[in-house]
């Protein structure tokens, strides 16, 4: 049973560029979130998808977007990159009714290095 | 806005010794988690603590929830090498947003 998968693994672009991430979650689950954990901090909730909608988003800016598919696989986008957009990216997987009683199942991140 | 807070933010220790993490909230959860994770890896979990006055155990590691003083804290009971990595307290501010702590890197001496 396949857990979370992200890819690419390793990512680098220059500022200004436009980068797309991707998710696929857990089998059997069917709400993606994503953070952005720069090096030393905690992860930082960017927003969660279901049902092919934003549902949740936390305090990031629009030129962060993102994309939920029929089969809950989900895209985050980042246009006009700086600097400050180098991080980990975590993609996190869960199911709906069971957000809040059961961990979110994390993947093992996209590393975006922005020169 | 909910906010979460951890001490030690780093914790250098021997083996065999026991110590406590602490993750302090800010605004009413009765939705906790911990994770653990090793460097350039991803976040396991390790606990859900869903009510006040929760406890729950795995191997020498222990995780207690107390709603009413918005806290939680892991402890590490007789520590061993393999524990050394960096726990996360998570809380969910409702709605579903996950809310991290910044991390207590955990360094056990053999």
């Known amino acids: 049973d396949a857990g979370v998968t992200q890819s690419p693994t390793h990512l680098i672009k220059t500022r200004g560029q436009q980068v797309t991430l991707r998710c696929s979650p857990k089998?059997?689950?069917?709400?993606v979130s994503w953070y952005q954990q720069a090096l030393g901090q905690g992860p930082q909730f960017i927003f969660q998808?279901?049902?092919?909608?934003?549902?949740q988003r936390g305090n990031f800016p629009d030129r962060f977007s993102g994309h939920q598919f029929p089969n809950y696989s989900s895209e985050l986008n980042v246009n006009a990159l700086l600097l400050g957009d180098s991080a980990l990216y975590l993609c996190?997987?869960?199911?709906?009714?069971?957000?809040?009683?059961?961990?979110?199942?994390f993947g093992d991140g996209t590393r975006l290095s922005i020169l | 806005e909910l906010k979460v807070e951890q001490n030690p933010l780093f914790l250098s220790m021997q083996e065999g010794k026991n110590y406590t993490i602490y993750c302090n909230y800010s605004?009413?959860?009765?939705?906790l988690y911990w994770y653990r994770q090793d460097p350039g890896k991803s976040l396991e979990s390790l606990f859900v603590?869903?009510?006040?006055?929760a406890v729950k155990q795995e191997g020498r590691l222990m995780a207690s929830l107390d709603t009413k003083a918005r806290l939680s804290t892991l402890h590490i009971t007789a520590a061993v090498h393999d524990l050394s990595a960096t726990y996360f307290c998570?809380?969910?501010?409702?709605?579903?947003?996950?809310?991290f702590g910044k991390g207590t890197r955990l360094h056990i001496l053999p």
């Open positions: 605004t009413t959860s009765d939705r």
């Open positions: 998570a809380v969910d501010g409702g709605d579903d947003k996950i809310i």
């Open positions: 998808y279901y049902e092919e909608e934003e549902r």
């Open positions: 089998s059997g689950h069917d709400t």
């Open positions: 603590l869903l009510s006040n006055g």
């Open positions: 996190a997987s869960s199911t709906w009714t069971g957000v809040s009683n059961q961990p979110q199942h």
